[in-house]
């Protein structure tokens, strides 16, 4: 199965601050990746579908890139609603597979 | 809107077996698929199976194929999951969730059900 490997683990921020996220595929998976949100307490929510695409709702600061092996999530301006715990996934090949998450947190 | 509500916590002793519901509201249950996915203490998200609710066939992740059912009631729109043979490290918080249709056609998890704790103690 395609292993996704995210990083960095942790990444420490103030609002307003850009951060940049990686997702790595442990092999080629073209566009077929997703961005998740998971706030404490909550399910996680779709952000970025096909890799570069917004989902409805979703606010125009987050930003998806990347096709093949190497993916990038950017958050341009972080606010107070952005400190959550992000995971990539892939539909590529089955089984779908999650990275192991990126916590975006307050510095 | 779409609602997936999922049974309550269940405590389970190693070796028993535990069923999952999820009831899906505010649309028309055999559109969407249903994947059924896992988050244990600690461990990243983990993707277990899928149902079509229209057909009823499935398709599980190899890891839990041999201890994994899914099945689905049309009549009342509700998915159920089956794990048999439970571990300790079977313990953590499943999800039901259905899938959605983006764009021009990608098929990606969508809404989530509230999640249901399994804890496998003895």
């Known amino acids: 199965e395609i292993v996704l490997t995210q990083s960095p683990a942790t990444l420490s921020l103030s609002p307003g601050e850009r951060a940049t996220l990686s997702c790595r595929a442990s092999?080629?998976?073209?566009?077929?990746l997703a961005w998740l949100q998971q706030k404490p307490g909550q399910t996680p929510r779709l952000l970025i579908y096909d890799a570069s695409k917004r989902a409805t709702d979703i606010p125009a600061r987050f930003s998806g890139s990347g096709s093949g092996t190497d993916f990038t999530l950017t958050i341009s301006s972080l606010e107070p609603e952005d400190f959550a715990v992000y995971y990539c996934?892939?539909?590529?090949?089955?089984?779908?597979?999650f990275g192991g998450g990126t916590k975006v947190e307050i510095k | 809107q779409v609602q997936l509500v999922q049974s309550g916590a269940e405590v389970k002793k190693p070796g028993a077996s535990v069923t999952v519901s999820c009831k899906a509201s505010?649309?028309?249950?055999?559109?969407?698929?249903i994947h059924w996915v896992r988050q244990a203490p600690g461990q990243r998200l983990e993707w277990m199976g899928w149902?079509?609710?229209?057909?009823?066939?499935?398709k599980f992740s190899q890891k839990f194929q041999d201890r994994v059912t899914i099945t689905r009631d049309t009549s009342a729109s509700t998915a159920y999951m089956d794990l048999y043979s439970l571990k300790s490290e079977d313990t953590g918080v499943y999800y039901c969730v259905r899938e959605n249709v983006y764009g021009s056609g990608s098929y990606y998890i969508g809404q989530w059900g509230q999640g249901t704790l399994v804890t496998v103690s003895s």
């Open positions: 092999q080629s998976i073209s566009a077929s």
């Open positions: 996934q892939q539909r590529h090949n089955w089984p779908d597979t």
């Open positions: 505010g649309y028309i249950f055999t559109n969407y698929a």
């Open positions: 149902i079509n609710p229209d057909k009823g066939n499935t």
